[in-house]
C-alpha cells in the first residue's frame, strides 16, 4: 500500500477530520469535526494568548492522549491562504493564524515521514527559531529528513535574467533574489540563498547552459520544468545524474495539451483568471504597440529587448 493511502486510512481509522480523495470509498466518508478544547498549564490553569511566548513550542495532545500538537505563538502575522489543494484537487481555504495579530498558529506533531510519534516532551516536528546546519531559522523543521516549512510564507523565489535591466524588474516583482545569469555564478548563489540544499522547483524557459548548470543547484528530490530552449541549445540530461541526486526533469509544452487534453487549458486559464482577480499573480507588461508595428515588436522579442509580455493592442 501507498505511504499516503495508508495514512489516509490511518487517519479515517482514528476518528480524524475525512477528506475526500480519488477513491469513493473515502469520497463518501464525513468529516467529523471536534468540540473545542482549552488549554491549561501544568496547575490546570487556563493559558491566554498574552502568556505565550514567542517562538517557543507549546505541546499538547489532541484530540487524544497519543495524537500530540504542538502551539506556536509567531513573531509576526501568519497569512491567510485561499488557494491550498488537497491530493484530489478539490480547494479549501486556511483562515491564516489567530488572536488580535493573527499569529498563533498550531500544528500536528506527528512525523509522517517516519511514521513515528514523538515523546511526550520532544517532538520531531518543531519550530525551530535559530539557523541550524541543515536549516535556517524561524521555520518548522521535521526530524531526521530536515525538511522545513516556513508557516507565515510561502515559496521563496530566486529568479535569474541575462540583464541588470531584468534582473531589477525581477525585483520588483518581488523575487527574494535576483542574480544575472550572464555575470554572476547562480549555482553558487541558490546554494547560498538555501543554505546548501538548493532550489525544490526550477522553471527553465532558456536551455542550453542555463540547463546544464541548473542540474547542479536542484535540490534533492526537485523537479526542473522544461519549458523552452531561447538560448537556442537544446540540452542532453545525464541519466546517472538524475538518478544520483534524485530529481526530476518535467517538460511543459503547451502545445500537447491542445491535443491531449484540451480540458486542462481551460481550466488552468480560469484558475488564473481567479488568481488575478485575487490580486495573487500580477501579470508584467513590459512593451505595447499598436498592431500596426507588430513586426518591430516582434522583431524586439527576438533580439531580447523586452521583458515579461509584449502586448499588441488592437482599436476597432
Known sequence: MERRKFLRTCALAGGAVALASREPSFADVAPHYYAKTRL??????????????????????????????????????????????????????????????????????????????PTRDVSFIRFQKDRSATSTGNVIHCCADHSVYDPAAGARVVATAGSETKVAVCRAMGADVAINYKEDDFVALVKEATDGRGADVIYDPVGGDVFDRSTKCIAFEGRIVVVGFTSGRMPSVAANHVLIKNYSVVGLHWGMYRQRAPELIAQCTEELLRLYEAGKIRPHVGQQAPLAEAVALLQAVAARQTTGKAVLTVTS
Not at 45 to 68: K, Q
Not at 80 to 108: C, K, M
Open 40 to 117: 491549561v498549564d501544568i496547575h490546570g490553569a487556563p493559558i491566554g494568548v498574552s502568556a505565550l511566548a514567542e517562538d517557543t513550542n507549546f505541546i499538547f495532545n489532541y484530540p487524544y492522549a497519543a495524537t500530540p500538537c504542538f502551539l506556536l505563538k509567531l513573531g509576526r502575522s501568519a497569512a491567510a491562504a485561499n488557494d491550498l489543494r488537497r491530493e484530489d484537487g478539490a480547494t479549501y481555504a486556511w483562515q491564516g493564524g489567530v488572536g488580535a495579530d493573527r499569529n498563533v498558529v498550531a500544528f500536528s506533531a506527528i512525523c509522517a515521514h517516519k511514521l513515528a510519534y
